[in-house]
């Protein structure tokens, strides 16, 4: 049987005569050869130069930055200069990178997701968002990714873990790729991945149940209360802090995750970048059928005020999706829900 490599999936959809997939296609595969590299620095592990080291600078939203976090950046950005992309914005840079005003596509770029992680061993991950030029790249920067997520031409995310895979929608469904170190690239493990509607896990940061707003706190009660409560089935629950081993699992094996607003100071809004994270993720999640809102809106449908705009996040299986709407929007009709189960939960005294 012939090996379906990233390659000829790429050459399949670019075709002979569609300028600008050839342009996502052309892009795709410097940020695949980039991944290997970065993959390959981050296995040298607390051997390697870039990997422990920390900047006393932040990066343009505020958070630490870790020396792979400016070293994936440089290398990403090195990349996209001999990529069809006017416009490089990354979350470690204040604006927009004007690379070639000529050029078809904008990339908006998470180039090391979970770099907090770094010391731990758990999977990091690069999140992207390729999107078409809108107006002039010199003179207006921003309005390139002020678009609405339903306007990118591509998304996905490679994750550094056990093994690196490429995660990868075009606009027709969602593929997997894994590297495979015998042939030199990416291979495609999985076709077209589709999440189950239906679940009975949710990740979620426990930690902060008592910051999170009452509809939040009613959904997760009534997930933990199992058999016994008003969802009538056990749940199990998951939280690794990577953005991407959580997208990952749950498009591998279903499931819904959760990152609501909350009472925190600076978390009021959330704390997933819109632009370079969340909208790539919820493309990715909705070309498997799944589904991704921001507890109520569809997250594709939004419109990015900001480069660095954070907003909730909830996305995974449609239904599970759904129903967190509804404990937002209509408490009071969830269906299963009954006064026995809305007095006390879990975790109140």
Excluded at 40 to 46: C, K, M
Aim: aromatic share 10%.
């Amino acid at each position: 049987m012939t090996t379906a490599t990233l390659d000829a999936f790429l050459g399949s959809y670019a075709g002979d005569v569609d300028g600008l997939r050839a342009a996502v296609s052309s892009t795709i595969r410097h940020l695949s050869t980039t991944a290997v590299k970065i993959r390959n620095t981050i296995n040298l592990g607390a051997l390697g130069k870039a990997f422990n080291g920390s900047h006393s600078s932040r990066n343009a939203d505020g958070d630490s930055q870790k020396d792979l976090d400016v070293f994936a950046d440089d290398m990403f950005l090195e990349a996209m200069r001999h990529a069809p992309i006017a416009l490089y914005g990354s979350e470690e840079l204040d604006q927009p990178v004007v690379l070639d005003r000529q050029a078809p596509l904008a990339i908006a770029i998470d180039p090391l997701d979970g770099s907090s992680n770094i010391d731990t061993n758990v999977s990091l991950g690069t999140i992207f968002s390729i999107l078409p030029v809108v107006g002039e790249p010199v003179s207006e920067p921003g309005a390139s990714f002020f678009q609405e997520g339903r306007h990118q031409l591509a998304a996905g995310f490679f994750i550094y873990g056990p093994q690196l895979a490429l995660v990868l929608t075009v606009g027709s469904g969602t593929h997997v790729f894994v590297f495979s170190t015998r042939l030199g690239t990416f291979v495609q493990a999985y076709p077209s991945i589709i999440i189950a509607p239906r679940t009975q896990e949710f990740a979620i940061n426990a930690a902060n149940y008592r910051q999170w707003d009452e509809a939040v706190r009613l959904y997760i009660d009534d997930c933990l209360k199992g058999t016994e409560g008003p969802r009538a089935k056990d749940f199990n629950m998951r939280w690794v802090a990577s953005l991407v081993a959580e997208a990952y699992r749950i498009l591998v094996r279903g499931g819904v995750f959760l990152y609501p607003g909350d009472k925190r100071k600076g978390y009021g809004s959330g704390r997933i970048r819109l632009v370079y994270e969340a909208n790539p993720i919820a493309f990715l999640i909705e070309q498997a059928g799944g589904a991704a809102t921001d507890t109520i809106n569809r997250i594709l449908d939004l419109v990015p005020q900001s480069m660095h705009q954070r907003v909730p996040l909830v996305f995974g299986s449609a239904r599970e999706v759904e129903r967190i709407g509804r404990y937002h929007t209509e408490p009071s009709n969830i269906g299963e829900r009954a006064p026995l189960f809305s007095n006390r939960g879990l975790f109140r005294a």
